[in-house]
């Protein structure tokens, strides 16, 4: 079946228009609420929100969705992904909701679900919600309403599990951090979370007002950060994203560490401990070629595969590995949770430092990058990656690439846009090839 509303990840779209309006969202508790209703004892949804403006409309449909169903809902206000996904377990809820469209601006939202679990929800249960959306839903006589209530200690409880990640002889006092939460859901947990460790925190992106969230700030925004870390004298910074799942590193220099850097450092220190499970790390196809390079001089994998953290994660369930990520930021660490936490993967990259004594810049350069090259080429419809013309030169580039590097090309899922990477030890070679590759894709659009 054709997915309607369900993505990548979840359901997203700007508010107010398509699938993104209060009465969609209303559906969706009522049909992801009757998926979930199984057995006789009381059933329990926790929902979060990140700070956008439309969150209070979204979160007020959802509420009347799952109630109408005979669900009670907890309330948690702002919080990160991975804290509601960490909730739901502990609450022991039978499932788990977040409203954000993580990186996307203000005008945009999205519903995020995790099973009891903790895990983002696998694609038949998306498929079942689904047909669910479709009928028309089973509503419970009035004595079975479920009741709605918002809990004030979310946030202490977040803030004390992502402190349990890092060994309790350590300490970040002597660190100055600045942490950029992107005015999103991290705003309260993340500084407070680094400075009770002993940190000196400067802190940016910490004024949500509903419309400023990731507007020029966070890690998708970059330049602020890096200009407030050389401007504070600061040892490191650390960019967030809306929702708080993932995490780019600013080192003392200004210049960004991504999360390939950041998924081999911590893989190779869990390797030096004898900590490391699955003999490597699962990243995406758009992971570069140094990392794959640099992991297999210690004699690890790196397992590949689709783009998206779910991807990541049911790979690495597969396989029994705890580290896994994208590049862009994403940081998958199953030790610690279910899905990506950039809090977590930070004071994972601050302990790091301490026991190190590096200068960041020293300690986060763990492999040399192979020259990679993205672009996007929009159309107006039509299948052009199904072009004989365009399939030639794709044959061709790849042999040319052949030994020496990687292509990767991808239609967007939620754009008509074909995504077309190279990557190679020879930079000119790369440009050109990404290059005849889109002006074919051009031509057949």
Same mark, same amino acid.
């Given at each position: 079946?054709?997915?309607?509303?369900?993505?990548?990840?979840?359901?997203?779209?700007? =508010?107010?228009?398509?699938?993104?309006?209060?009465?969609?969202?209303?559906?969706?508790?009522?049909?992801?609420?009757? &998926?979930?209703?199984?057995?006789?004892?009381?059933?329990?949804?926790?929902?979060?929100?990140?700070?956008?403006?439309?969150?209070?409309?979204?979160?007020?449909?959802?509420?009347?969705?799952?109630?109408?169903?005979?669900?009670?809902?907890?309330? #948690?206000?702002?919080?990160?992904?991975? /804290?509601?996904?960490?909730?739901?377990?502990?609450?022991?809820?039978?499932?788990? $909701?977040?409203?954000?469209?993580?990186?996307?601006?203000?005008?945009?939202?999205?519903?995020?679900?995790?099973?009891?679990?903790?895990?983002?929800?696998?694609?038949?249960?998306?498929?079942?919600?689904?047909?669910?959306?479709?009928?028309?839903?089973?509503?419970?006589?009035?004595?079975?309403?479920?009741?709605?209530?918002?809990?004030?200690?979310?946030?202490?409880? @977040?803030? &004390?599990?992502?402190?349990?990640?890092?060994?309790?002889?350590?300490?970040?006092?002597?660190?100055?951090?600045?942490?950029?939460?992107?005015?999103?859901?991290?705003?309260? $947990?993340?500084?407070?979370?680094?400075?009770?460790?002993?940190?000196?925190?400067?802190?940016?992106?910490?004024?949500?007002?509903?419309?400023?969230?990731?507007?020029?700030?966070?890690?998708?925004?970059?330049?602020?950060?890096?200009?407030?870390?050389?401007?504070?004298?600061?040892?490191?910074?650390?960019?967030?994203?809306?929702?708080?799942?993932?995490?780019?590193?600013?080192?003392?220099?200004?210049?960004? $560490?991504?999360?390939?850097?950041?998924?081999?450092?911590?893989?190779?220190?869990?390797?030096?401990?004898?900590?490391?499970?699955?003999?490597?790390?699962?990243?995406?196809?758009?992971?570069?070629?140094?990392?794959?390079?640099?992991?297999?001089?210690?004699?690890?994998?790196?397992?590949?595969?689709?783009?998206?953290?779910?991807?990541?994660?049911?790979?690495?369930?597969?396989?029994?590995?705890?580290?896994?990520?994208?590049?862009?930021? &994403?940081?998958?660490? #199953?030790?610690?949770?279910? =899905?990506?936490?950039?809090?977590?993967?930070?004071?994972?990259?601050?302990?790091?430092?301490?026991?190190?004594?590096?200068?960041?810049?020293?300690?986060? &350069?763990?492999?040399?990058?192979?020259?990679?090259?993205?672009?996007?080429?929009? @159309?107006?419809?039509?299948?052009?990656?199904?072009?004989?013309? $365009?399939?030639?030169?794709?044959?061709?580039?790849?042999?040319?690439?052949?030994?020496?590097?990687?292509?990767?090309?991808?239609?967007?899922?939620?754009?008509?846009?074909?995504?077309?990477?190279?990557?190679?030890?020879?930079? /000119?070679?790369?440009? /050109?090839?990404?290059?005849?590759?889109?002006?074919?894709?051009?031509?057949?659009?």
């Amino acid at each position: 079946m054709a997915r309607k509303f369900f993505g990548t990840d979840g359901i997203r779209g700007r =508010t107010n228009e398509g699938v993104m309006t209060a009465a969609t969202a209303m559906r969706v508790g009522q049909a992801a609420g009757t &998926h979930f209703l199984r057995g006789g004892h009381r059933h329990r949804v926790v929902i979060g929100k990140d700070t956008r403006l439309s969150g209070y409309m979204m979160e007020s449909a959802l509420v009347a969705g799952f109630t109408s169903v005979g669900m009670d809902v907890i309330m #948690t206000g702002p919080l990160p992904t991975p /804290a509601i996904a960490l909730l739901t377990r502990e609450m022991r809820a039978d499932l788990g $909701v977040m409203i954000s469209a993580s990186h996307n601006p203000f005008e945009d939202n999205g519903i995020k679900l995790f099973g009891p679990d903790g895990f983002k929800l696998s694609d038949e249960a998306e498929a079942s919600i689904e047909r669910l959306l479709e009928q028309e839903p089973l509503l419970v006589q009035p004595d079975r309403i479920g009741r709605a209530r918002r809990i004030e200690d979310a946030r202490g409880r @977040y803030i &004390h599990a992502v402190k349990q990640s890092v060994a309790s002889d350590i300490r970040f006092d002597g660190l100055k951090v600045v942490v950029d939460c992107a005015h999103g859901a991290a705003y309260q $947990v993340a500084p407070s979370a680094i400075w009770e460790l002993g940190a000196e925190v400067v802190a940016m992106g910490v004024a949500p007002d509903g419309i400023n969230i990731n507007d020029g700030v966070g890690s998708t925004a970059l330049d602020a950060i890096k200009a407030r870390v050389v401007e504070e004298g600061a040892d490191i910074g650390i960019a967030l994203d809306g929702d708080a799942d993932r995490l780019i590193v600013i080192d003392e220099k200004g210049r960004t $560490v991504d999360g390939d850097q950041l998924m081999g450092l911590i893989a190779s220190r869990l390797q030096a401990r004898g900590d490391l499970t699955g003999g490597g790390v699962v990243a995406t196809v758009m992971s570069n070629l140094g990392l794959e390079r640099y992991l297999a001089g210690l004699g690890l994998t790196l397992e590949r595969t689709k783009v998206g953290d779910r991807y990541v994660l049911e790979r690495m369930r597969e396989g029994g590995f705890n580290v896994g990520g994208e590049q862009s930021g &994403h940081m998958i660490l #199953t030790d610690h949770g279910t =899905t990506g936490d950039g809090t977590v993967a930070a004071l994972r990259v601050l302990a790091s430092l301490v026991r190190s004594g590096k200068p960041a810049s020293e300690l986060l &350069h763990v492999f040399d990058p192979v020259p990679q090259l993205l672009k996007n080429v929009r @159309y107006a419809g039509g299948t052009p990656l199904e072009n004989e013309t $365009v399939k030639q030169v794709i044959t061709e580039a790849e042999q040319e690439l052949a030994g020496k590097g990687r292509l990767v090309i991808r239609p967007s899922g939620t754009e008509p846009v074909i995504r077309v990477m190279a990557e190679g030890d020879d930079a /000119a070679q790369v440009e /050109a090839v990404v290059d005849r590759i889109c002006a074919a894709v051009k031509e057949a659009a």
